[in-house]
């Protein structure tokens, strides 16, 4: 199977506490740091979802209009 431009997919284990481990190449891509805060998304439906680093200010930016428009 040829694979797409940009598209990916990667494994990960739950260790016995919870944790993952972020695969290397995912983590070279996506420019992830030791240290990073990442957001994490869930449907129950749908899975988990982890958006770029750089789409934070973005949700929060919107998440927060909204809220400050509807209040006026």
Do not use: H
């Amino acid at each position: 199977m040829d694979s797409l431009k940009g598209k990916y997919a990667w494994t990960a284990t739950v260790g016995e506490k919870g944790q993952i481990v972020i695969p290397k190449q995912a983590r070279e891509v996506f420019g992830i740091k030791p240290g990073d805060t990442l957001l994490l998304f869930g449907d129950e439906e749908r899975g988990i979802a982890i958006p770029p680093k750089e789409a934070f200010s973005e949700l929060f930016g919107k998440a927060f209009l909204e809220k400050d428009c509807d209040n006026k």
